[in-house]
């Protein structure tokens, strides 16, 4: 009987954030693997403007483009906010969405947003249908990631962000990232 114990495998899957470990009774070591989700990041593929720009430009340590750049550990920061602040990501042609990201900057987090609008548009931004509202929204911590699945799918050729709070009172506002997103599945909650 004790033989007949030795020999049978017990395995565990356990599937943790994305990542699967599974674990033998026996002497080999434990193996993992990740199950990373299919997402496809539209915002490689934009063009992005913005109402208000750093001072420095676009292309500045700390200018606009640092927000789609794919790195959360830059940031735009633009120092004269205004609550009719906007920021938008134009594509050749519609793509569809169903979530989208904001990651806050590395310092200050009374400069975050707080409260936005997320409107799409197919006629050049003549007119534009709300796709997504949020108000007082929060962060966890520096750089940290906030995802927004949305109710339902969106298809537009332009995208706009308008910010109408940041999370303090200053004139500055900031952020690491704004990605727009299409998940093959269940959108994730971070």
């Avoid at 599937?15 to 080999?28: H, K, P, Y």
Wanted: hydrophobic letters at 35%; one cysteine or more.
């Amino acid at each position: 009987m004790l033989e007949l114990v030795r020999n049978i495998r017990f395995i565990v899957s356990v599937v943790v954030f994305g990542l699967m470990i599974t674990a033998c009774n026996d002497e080999s070591p434990p193996t993992a693997a990740t199950t990373e989700p299919d997402v496809t990041d539209l915002s490689e593929n934009a063009t992005l403007t913005v109402s208000d720009e750093n001072p420095g430009g676009p292309f500045a340590g700390e200018g606009s483009s640092k927000s789609i750049d794919g790195d959360k550990y830059t940031k735009f920061l633009i120092f004269d906010y205004d609550p009719d602040f906007w920021m938008q990501q134009d594509f050749e042609e519609s793509v569809t969405i169903n979530a989208y990201t904001i990651t806050s900057g590395n310092d200050a987090p009374d400069r975050d947003p707080h409260d936005w609008t997320l409107a799409g548009s197919n006629d050049g931004g003549s007119t534009w249908e709300t796709i997504h509202t949020v108000t007082s929204a929060s962060f966890t911590g520096r750089n940290k990631v906030n995802i927004y699945g949305l109710d339902s799918e969106a298809t537009y050729s332009s995208f706009r962000l308008s910010i109408t709070d940041n999370a303090g009172e200053t004139s500055l506002m900031q952020l690491s990232e704004w990605r727009l997103l299409y998940y093959n599945g269940e959108v994730p909650e971070l």
